[in-house]
């Protein structure tokens, strides 16, 4: 019976299987890693020896290092929340 109980994105061959159109596959891409993932947001090199802090955000070691303040809280470079030195 065409129509009876699929949607436009899938479609049923006459063998009972269940196909997978490209309208389908488009929605799995958004969880790929995409290459800007992998970039420093202070360097906006690849990120080398990565490390994250407390609020997800990545950097490189060096960068995160670098941005750390000896005399105060350090702020994430991105969204200002505090974090311990030398993050996890």
Not at 13 to 40: H, I, K, L, Q, Y
Request: charged share 20%; net charge neutral; proline share 12%.
């Amino acid at each position: 019976m065409p129509g009876a109980g699929g949607t436009a994105a899938q479609s049923r061959e006459p063998d009972g299987d269940s196909r997978t159109t490209p309208e389908m596959s488009a929605g799995t891409a958004a969880v790929e890693a995409r290459p800007d993932d992998w970039r420093c947001p202070i360097c906006m090199d690849l990120l080398y020896k990565p490390c994250c802090n407390q609020c997800g955000h990545a950097f490189c070691f060096w960068c995160m290092h670098h941005a750390m303040n000896p005399f105060r809280p350090s702020q994430c470079p991105l969204c200002r929340s505090p974090y311990a030195h030398f993050p996890r």
